[in-house]
């Protein structure tokens, strides 16, 4: 089987395990299904996921004029604090803005590798959750708008980490927490404006990943360096693709790169 596109971030379907694909222009496949399945991905150039020039991708899957001009790549997404859209304030696009920021948003404990803080769209949970490769998660509040979940996230971090360890994520060098626990230690810190959003919640959503077999030591695959690459495939988590050899893919860095791949 033959497969040839541009990489997206692959598309995710809640269950046990978690369903992942692979969505290309013309043609889409199932992740799960290639398991224990060799696998040749080979690196044959750039394609911008906004103006689809043939670009070098800069950041995100855009080429750098794009990433310094389109709204999705604003600071606002990385930085939620960010948003002015509900002060009616334009960044790049205000209509965009308005759509994506005006929205309610959940402030979430998620354990991938420790206990973190994230903030994501309502919509996009539980997806947010699994492209992060967390075992287990929770929500802390769901606000109004972007602005709220931003400044809520930044008066929590001063308590609790917001980096995923991408390492020890791969690796499954994790624990179980009581994430109910922490969320309630946590409440005293949430800003005024934000306080009457705590979700009084006491269910954990818990996330199985399609792997058999977790790597001892990691190998990240620069596909544009080296080209190309052949393997077996033997679990996909967060955004990941882990082989036989301790090689991992992170599908998602790899954003408009064009690729084919083989299945045999």
């Known amino acids: 089987m033959n497969y040839h596109g541009v990489l997206t971030k692959m598309q995710t379907e809640f269950g046990?395990?978690?369903?992942?694909?692979?969505?290309?222009k013309d043609d889409f496949l199932n992740i799960n299904q290639l398991l224990n399945k060799k696998i040749s991905i080979s690196f044959e150039g750039y394609q911008c996921l906004n103006c689809e020039k043939a670009k070098k991708i800069y950041r995100q899957g855009y080429c750098y004029d794009c990433f310094f001009e389109i709204p999705q790549a604003a600071d606002w997404i990385i930085n939620p604090e960010l948003s002015k859209a509900h002060l009616n304030i334009e960044d790049r696009?205000?209509?965009?803005?308005?759509?994506?920021?005006?929205?309610?948003?959940?402030?979430?404990?998620a354990n991938s590798s420790s206990v973190k803080v994230g903030v994501t769209r309502k919509t996009q949970v539980p997806t947010r959750w699994i492209d992060q490769g967390a075992h287990e998660a929770i929500e802390i509040v769901e606000v109004p708008n972007r602005y709220l979940a931003g400044i809520t996230e930044v008066a929590l971090k001063n308590h609790v980490g917001d980096k995923t360890n991408w390492r020890r994520m791969l690796k499954n060098e994790i624990e179980d927490e009581d994430l109910v626990e922490w969320r309630n230690k946590l409440k005293q810190y949430?800003?005024?404006?934000?306080?009457?959003?705590?979700?009084?919640?006491?269910?954990?959503?818990?996330m199985d990943f399609p792997v058999l077999q977790y790597p001892k030591k990691l190998k990240s695959l620069n596909i544009a360096k080296h080209l190309n690459y052949e393997g077996v495939l033997k679990g996909i988590k967060?955004?990941?693709?882990?082989?036989?050899?301790?090689?991992v893919f992170n599908v998602r860095s790899n954003e408009g790169f064009v690729v084919n791949i083989t299945v045999s």
Do not use: M, R, S
């Open 190 to 206: 949430i800003p005024d404006e934000a306080k009457e959003y705590f979700i009084e919640n006491n269910t954990e959503t818990h």
């Open 238 to 247: 967060g955004q990941y693709l882990i082989f036989e050899d301790a090689t």
């Open 16 to 24: 046990a395990p978690i369903q992942y694909y692979l969505v290309f």
């Open 93 to 109: 696009d205000l209509e965009y803005e308005k759509a994506v920021q005006l929205k309610p948003h959940i402030v979430y404990l």
